[in-house]
């Protein structure tokens, strides 16, 4: 579906999240995630600071949602927001939005990095709900070694990806016009399978109907064939 289709659409999945999504619960471990649970789930996952609780919110049109601060290192667990719709395919799956801790940043020491990491792994790894990892990149600070080795691991593990340039209200055009071909220029060898990369503002609410739509449809096709 090209993007003018889906405009058509945004009605749709603007009530979808609107009003509807609930903060779920919060694990510092993976093993204590429930593991049978029947859900569906899109995971959102960045460096620090790349804005993604604040996109949460944002998409869910609830600024007391998730916790943002200014300060990397505000999310240090992998926190389930729940929305509380059905997909008719799979009436009885729970859908779930997956706020996860940021990489790359220590809060004392080293110690922090490698906990997160492993937490983040694990999740990525063996979470069988999992349907699709919404990767963040800061649009001003662009693709870094940690973004591009996440985004090769998604294609060593078969993991469905999308990747979403957040903060655009701030980064200025050349800046973006030089991040789209080193992008370009990274995927080349990568089949990115049609997704085109999204550019959103959360602060200037820009492209936030259309990641709603996006996600929708994710959960929406992730059922078609049960
Ligand atoms: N200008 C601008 N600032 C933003 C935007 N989105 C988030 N921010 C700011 O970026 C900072 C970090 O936002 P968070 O949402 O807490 O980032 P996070 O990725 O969840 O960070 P961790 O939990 O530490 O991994 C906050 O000061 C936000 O206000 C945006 O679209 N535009
Ligand atoms: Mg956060």
């Given at each position: 579906m090209?993007?003018?289709e889906?405009k ?13 999504v609930?903060?779920s619960e ?7 995630v429930p ?5 569906i789930e ?11 609780s604040?996109?949460i919110?944002n998409?869910c ?7 943002t601060?200014k ?7 992998i ?9 008719e395919?799979a009436?009885k799956?729970?859908?779930?939005l997956?706020?996860?801790?940021g990489y790359g940043?220590?809060r004392k020491?080293?110690q922090?990095?490698?906990?997160i990491s492993?937490l983040?792994?694990?999740y990525l ?5 999992l ?5 963040l ?9 940690t973004?591009a080795?996440f985004?090769?691991?998604f294609?060593q593990?078969?993991l469905?990806?999308?990747i979403?340039l ?9 800046d ?21 990369i999204l550019?959103v503002?959360a ?14 449809e994710?959960?929406?096709s992730s059922?078609?064939?049960?």
């Amino acid at each position: 579906m090209n993007i003018s289709e889906k405009k058509k659409n945004f009605k749709y999945s603007d009530n979808f999240f609107h009003n509807h999504v609930t903060f779920s619960e919060s694990y510092f471990e993976f093993d204590k995630v429930p593991t049978e649970r029947d859900s569906i789930e899109i995971a959102i996952l960045g460096r620090s600071n790349v804005g993604k609780s604040t996109l949460i919110n944002n998409l869910c049109m609830n600024k007391n949602l998730a916790f943002t601060s200014k300060r990397p290192g505000c999310t240090v667990s992998i926190n389930f927001y729940k929305i509380n719709q059905k997909i008719e395919k799979a009436s009885k799956a729970e859908i779930f939005l997956v706020d996860l801790p940021g990489y790359g940043y220590a809060r004392k020491g080293g110690q922090d990095i490698k906990k997160i990491s492993n937490l983040i792994n694990k999740y990525l790894i063996k979470r069988k709900q999992l349907i699709k990892i919404y990767l963040l990149i800061d649009s001003r600070v662009g693709l870094q070694p940690t973004d591009a080795e996440f985004i090769n691991f998604f294609h060593q593990n078969n993991l469905e990806y999308q990747i979403v340039l957040t903060k655009i209200d701030k980064a200025k055009k050349v800046d973006l016009d030089n991040l789209d071909i080193l992008l370009k220029s990274f995927f080349q060898g990568l089949d990115l399978a049609g997704n085109e990369i999204l550019k959103v503002s959360a602060k200037e609410k820009i492209n936030l109907d259309l990641l709603r739509n996006t996600m929708m449809e994710d959960f929406i096709s992730s059922c078609k064939d049960d």
